[in-house]
């Protein structure tokens, strides 16, 4: 199966540097073979730059970093599932950057996944435990696993059992988002592991051994081959990252390389 590699391009490119981007990726990527490619620009800037994206490519495909539950009234200032069902195929949900500076709880989390799924839309859910306090057997302490588990579970609760599958889950420990300190692929297998055991006993063995998980937290091109390799690992979420045209191409040619092997 293609690996999945995620670019999320945060708040960090102006409209300019969005196309030249853009333009970039597409250069480089249109081509590329054993690869699934998603591409999350800021909201603001996604009309501009699929319509800049023109030629069809199968294996590359939109989405939005954030949507709200809501289908349409008075939230000023957000874009909800419905709203961009028509330009993107995934959308983030949970990214912990909206935990933090938006506060936003399991609760709403839950409501955006199933928005998303209201409008045939993938979301991409985001978890990640705050700090990497290991307990017995280096595993996460229980207190650390409990939110964890948390996060999943309750996202995932009264979704469509049919629909279950499609939920992408991106593993991203906090501690290793932005700082240049990614978790070793030995610790996100295992974590990924004990997620999909969760998954297993709550919604059955079909559904999880389905379910896509994706690691996130500072990949490089130096590091992704480690993650990459491993089977329970289905792809990677990159965000600063992905604003560098070639380091995000090399990824992605990773990516082909762990597939074909
Ligand atoms: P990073 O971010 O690659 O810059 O650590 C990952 C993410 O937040 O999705």
Redesign the pocket.
Known sequence: MNKLIVA?W?MYPTLSDSLVLAGAYKKSLQELRGVDIVIAPPTVWLSSIIESWSGSSRHIHFAAQNVWPEDQGAYTGEASAYLVKDLVRYALVG???RRQYAHEDNELVREKVQACLRWQIVPIL?IGEAEPVLGPNDQLNDYQWGKLRGQLLSALEGVDHQHLSKVVV?Y?PIW????QKAASARYSESVIKRLRQAVESKFGQAVAGEMRFLY????SPSNAESFLRSEEIAGL?????STKAKEFVAICEHAVTERNA
């Not at 996130?216 to 990949?219: A, I, K, R």
Request: hydrophobic fraction near 35%.
């Open positions: 999320n945060k990214h912990s950057e985001c991106a991203e290793a988002i932005g700082t996130g937290g500072s990949v979420l990159v965000g600063s990252v």
